[in-house]
T-cell receptor, first 111, second 110 residues
Framework: GQNIDQPTEMTATEGAIVQINCTYQ??????LFWYQQHAGEAPTFLSY????GLEEKGRFSSFLSRSKGYSYLLLKELQMKDSASYLC????????????FGTGTRLLVSP | ETGVTQSPTHLIKTRGQQVTLRCSSQ?????VSWYQQALGQGPQFIFQ???????GRGNFPPRFSGLQFPNYSSELNVNALELDDSALYLC?????????FGEGSRLTVL
């Protein structure tokens, strides 16, 4: 089975940098996903890591260490619209699309 | 734009009723999966379909069933609705390892 842990809430100010951590325990690992979800909306794909290291996409970066069961999502130059929940999810090796999600980190960006 | 569309966006049912939710994904996306997201929780995997056959299932009872059609559309059916079935139901399809969700169908059971 899988266990995904991420902080429940974080706060940051506009223009700052924030790092959202995710740790996981898994019996099979085939990639880690980060999604952004605004209240009442569906999750939006942000990043996918399957190998160790850093993936950068504009203001967002995601890091993975498989040996430590650890990932983080880094958000730079925060904007008010970045206020949302950020979901970490791990794909199990045996299921092509089965993702196991954490409960999400609610990020509040203040002026 | 993810290329995954769902209908209806919102619906209200009463306990004991049945519901059918629909999803349409892009041509060539031959795997579709469904997730249930309760308020304040992360999505939970219900099942996935590949080439019209169910080939993976999460911890959901048999009253949750599905269909996938040759035209890349699919359905999620829930029988004997319970109050706890109130949630956002998400359909997802995959391309190049990245999993994209539709906008979801929000079901309220009264």
């Amino acid at each position: 089975g899988q266990n995904i842990d991420q902080p429940t809430e974080m706060t940051a100010t506009e223009g700052a940098i924030v790092q959202i951590n995710c740790t996981y325990q898994t019996s099979g690992f085939n990639g880690l996903f980060w999604y952004q979800q605004h209240a009442g909306e569906a999750p939006t794909f942000l990043s996918y890591n399957v190998l160790d290291g850093l993936e950068e996409k504009g203001r967002f970066s995601s890091f993975l260490s498989r040996s430590k069961g650890y990932s983080y999502l880094l958000l730079k130059e925060l904007q008010m619209k970045d206020s949302a929940s950020y979901l970490c999810a791990v794909r199990e090796g045996t299921g092509f699309q089965k993702l196991v999600f954490g409960t999400g980190t609610r990020l509040l960006v203040s002026p | 734009e993810t290329g995954v569309t769902q209908s209806p966006t919102h619906l209200i049912k009463t306990r004991g009723q049945q519901v059918t939710l629909r999803c349409s994904s892009q041509s060539g996306h031959n795997t579709v999966s469904w997730y249930q997201q309760a308020l304040g929780q992360g999505p939970q995997f219900i099942f996935q379909y590949y080439r019209e056959e169910e080939n993976g299932r999460g911890n959901f009872p048999p009253r949750f069933s599905g269909l996938q059609f040759p035209n890349y559309s699919s359905e999620l059916n829930v029988n004997a609705l319970e109050l706890d079935d109130s949630a956002l139901y998400l359909c997802a399809s995959s391309f190049s390892g990245e999993l994209f969700f539709g906008e979801g169908s929000r079901l309220t059971v009264l």
